[in-house]
């Protein structure tokens, strides 16, 4: 059965009690003082935020106090992981498994956000695969699961994004700046990362008067196993050295730009695609 038995969630409570006597003491006392920041009274949801730039963004979002929904499709310890470390810096999060290419399975993920914390804020449709192969030799089955999961499932995500972020709200979709690198084997994929530029711009149209924006965010190279699983140290030094800097971009060079981009700063970048690249484009 599509979307049976792929929810499960687990609440996490033990954070509830931090962000009143953070607030009380002053954001600032409580920062100084190493303490957790205080909550800003906002929630985000981050899709395929088990590991890479998802865990770092969830982290990163925790800190600058939004309650946070963990998303993972298979690794339940990780999503966990996740959650048990914001929760030892202070923050608030749940963990729900939710496969976003099951639109029933997406539904609950945003239900269970909301039985939990009471609505959603911010939305950064992160969840995403890799397959690479020349066309001549690409499988049915990997054409099939890239588009399933990274434009069929990030639709479902912008679709419920659209129906349920508050005012004056955030979302994200995650591109690649291989939309303009190009590369040969990146067909399939870097054309289900060009549908997320597009949907973020329609959307940002169709949300007009409610002060949310929405951006899509085209990462380069990043240090996770999407980018490394399958290349030869050679290959991954290669791509690190045609960037400026000389180096892979880390999950949390991503999270920092999507922060600033959730963040009161960012409310005038709306429709566009924002490349954190390093400058390898
Ligand atoms: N790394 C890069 O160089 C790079 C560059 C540009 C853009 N991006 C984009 O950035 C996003 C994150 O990439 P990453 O490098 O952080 O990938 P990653 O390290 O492989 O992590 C992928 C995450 O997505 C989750 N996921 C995969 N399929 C899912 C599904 N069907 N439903 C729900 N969750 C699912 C995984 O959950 P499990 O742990 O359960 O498998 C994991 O949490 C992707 O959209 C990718 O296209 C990455």
Same mark, same amino acid.
């Given at each position: 059965?599509?979307?049976?038995?792929?929810?499960?969630?687990?609440?996490?409570?033990?954070?509830?009690?931090?962000?009143?006597?953070?607030?009380?003491?002053?954001?600032?006392?409580?920062?100084?003082?190493?303490?957790?920041?205080?909550?800003?009274?906002?929630?985000?949801?981050?899709?395929?935020?088990?590991?890479?730039?998802?865990?770092?963004?969830?982290?990163?979002?925790?800190?600058?106090?939004?309650?946070?929904?963990?998303?993972?499709?298979?690794?339940?310890?990780?999503?966990?992981?996740?959650?048990?470390?914001?929760?030892?810096?202070?923050?608030?999060?749940?963990?729900?498994?939710?496969? $976003?290419?099951?639109?029933?399975?997406?539904?609950?993920?945003?239900?269970?956000?909301?039985?939990?914390?009471?609505?959603?804020? $911010?939305? $950064?449709?992160?969840?995403?695969?890799?397959?690479?192969?020349?066309?001549?030799?690409?499988?049915? &089955?990997?054409?099939?699961?890239?588009?399933?999961?990274?434009?069929?499932?990030?639709?479902?995500?912008?679709?419920?994004?659209?129906?349920?972020?508050?005012?004056?709200?955030?979302?994200?979709?995650?591109?690649?700046?291989?939309?303009?690198?190009?590369?040969?084997?990146?067909?399939?994929?870097? &054309?289900?990362?060009?549908?997320?530029?597009?949907?973020?711009?329609?959307?940002?149209?169709?949300?007009?008067?409610?002060?949310?924006?929405?951006?899509?965010?085209?990462?380069?190279?990043?240090?996770?196993?999407?980018?490394?699983?399958?290349?030869?140290?050679?290959?991954?030094?290669?791509?690190?050295?045609?960037?400026?800097?000389?180096?892979?971009?880390?999950?949390?060079?991503?999270?920092?730009?999507?922060?600033?981009?959730?963040?009161?700063?960012?409310?005038?970048?709306?429709?566009?695609?924002?490349?954190?690249?390093?400058?390898? $484009?």
């Amino acid at each position: 059965m599509p979307g049976q038995n792929k929810v499960q969630r687990r609440t996490v409570l033990a954070g509830a009690a931090w962000s009143s006597a953070a607030l009380a003491m002053g954001a600032a006392h409580a920062q100084t003082a190493g303490h957790a920041p205080a909550s800003n009274g906002k929630v985000a949801i981050v899709t395929g935020s088990s590991r890479g730039i998802g865990a770092a963004t969830a982290k990163r979002l925790a800190r600058d106090g939004y309650a946070i929904t963990v998303n993972c499709e298979k690794n339940r310890d990780l999503a966990a992981g996740v959650v048990r470390e914001i929760e030892a810096a202070g923050g608030r999060a749940i963990w729900v498994q939710a496969d $976003v290419s099951d639109p029933d399975a997406v539904r609950r993920l945003f239900d269970e956000n909301e039985r939990a914390f009471g609505g959603v804020d $911010v939305v $950064v449709s992160n969840a995403g695969i890799m397959r690479l192969a020349p066309f001549r030799d690409m499988a049915d &089955a990997d054409v099939s699961r890239m588009v399933d999961v990274n434009q069929k499932g990030s639709f479902f995500v912008l679709r419920e994004a659209a129906r349920r972020v508050r005012d004056g709200g955030r979302i994200l979709a995650l591109s690649s700046s291989i939309t303009q690198l190009r590369s040969p084997t990146y067909g399939p994929y870097a &054309a289900t990362k060009a549908a997320q530029e597009l949907f973020a711009n329609v959307l940002a149209k169709e949300l007009e008067g409610r002060m949310i924006s929405v951006n899509a965010m085209a990462p380069g190279v990043v240090n996770t196993t999407l980018f490394t699983d399958g290349k030869t140290p050679e290959q991954i030094a290669g791509f690190a050295a045609r960037t400026p800097h000389k180096r892979l971009g880390e999950p949390e060079d991503i999270a920092d730009t999507i922060a600033a981009l959730c963040s009161g700063d960012g409310a005038w970048i709306n429709g566009q695609t924002v490349f954190a690249n390093g400058g390898i $484009v």
